[in-house]
């Protein structure tokens, strides 16, 4: 008896993401020499508004210095060039908006290699980028009775923005892991939040001190745990939670933000 004839995989198509909004840069000013902030501005952001903290933000870049910026279609299931080119394509934390002067402003890690990196550390007034989103953010538990925040460089700017809207009142307890001793500031004014720096060891993978100090660091019953990093060591920081102290899922967040070796471009549709 002949089997029946293969059916082929259907062909994935999802709801194309927000459209990309042309900006330039208007701003640029460094926070560490690891970390910059750069503010985005353009008449596109008339209707960007922000809801939640710790959102995303898609940010295309000119694939090199001696290209324009040129916005790529939708194809059904990624953005593409013409001739089927990846444009360059990074996810960021948008931070403050101001829907007055369409002001945005976003933070870089200045980790060295990759489109992103190169461009926020020679970012100048007049620059061309797009962004779009947000995709969705962070929910806030207001009735829970503590938080914990760990990170590692690229979770500072969703962190900062956490701090500014976490209920004062309920204890909070945050973890950084940093490449490098300059990579530390003061993170918030607040004198009531515990923030603990780690460094990473110099031929260490990436999360090693952040995983470590979670492992370190006491849990109450439903505290709810935020955590965003390096993806392989944010899944270390998962089972760690799961498996090894029993914390319920709903009550955590945990985010990969980049891949060690891997550039990071992201075509996925916002969540
Ligand atoms: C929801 C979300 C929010 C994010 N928010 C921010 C933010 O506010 N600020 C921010 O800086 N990043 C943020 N990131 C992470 C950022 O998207 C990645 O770090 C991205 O890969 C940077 O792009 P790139 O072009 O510089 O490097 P890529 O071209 O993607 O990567 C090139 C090489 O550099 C490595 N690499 C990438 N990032 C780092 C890093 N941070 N440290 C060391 N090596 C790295 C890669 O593994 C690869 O080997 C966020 C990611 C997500 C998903």
Do not use: C
Not at 39 to 48: R, S, V
Not at 153 to 181: C, F, G, N
């Amino acid at each position: 008896m002949s089997s029946p004839p293969a059916t082929p995989d259907p062909v994935r198509i999802r709801r194309a993401p927000p459209r990309f909004r042309r900006v330039e840069v208007s701003r640029v000013e460094p926070i560490t020499p690891r970390l910059v902030r750069i503010t985005l501005t353009g008449p596109e952001l008339d209707g960007f508004a922000l809801a939640e903290p710790a959102a995303s933000v898609r940010l295309l870049l000119p694939a090199s210095s001696a290209e324009d910026l040129v916005i790529p279609e939708w194809e059904g299931n990624e953005f593409l060039l013409a001739g089927g080119r990846r444009p360059a394509i990074r996810t960021f934390t948008p931070l403050r908006f101001d829907a007055d002067t369409f002001e945005l402003d976003i933070e870089a890690v200045l980790h060295g290699d990759g489109v992103a990196s190169r461009w926020a550390s020679s970012a100048a007034a007049g620059m061309s980028a797009a962004i779009s989103g947000p995709g969705r953010g962070y929910t806030i538990d207001l009735d829970a009775p503590a938080f914990l925040l760990a990170g590692d460089e690229t979770a500072i700017p969703a962190i900062r923005q956490l701090l500014e809207e976490l209920p004062r009142a309920t204890p909070t307890h945050v973890l950084i892991e940093v490449a490098q001793p300059d990579a530390r500031f003061d993170l918030t004014g607040r004198a009531d939040v515990a923030v603990e720096w780690h460094d990473l060891e110099a031929g260490a993978p990436p999360g090693d001190a952040l995983v470590a100090a979670v492992r370190a660091t006491a849990l109450d019953d439903g505290t709810r745990v935020w955590a965003a990093g390096e993806a392989a060591a944010v899944q270390r920081i998962r089972r760690h939670l799961f498996e090894e102290r029993g914390v319920p899922r709903p009550q955590t967040a945990i985010r990969g933000y980049w891949k060690h070796g891997r550039a990071g471009d992201d075509h996925k549709p916002a969540p």
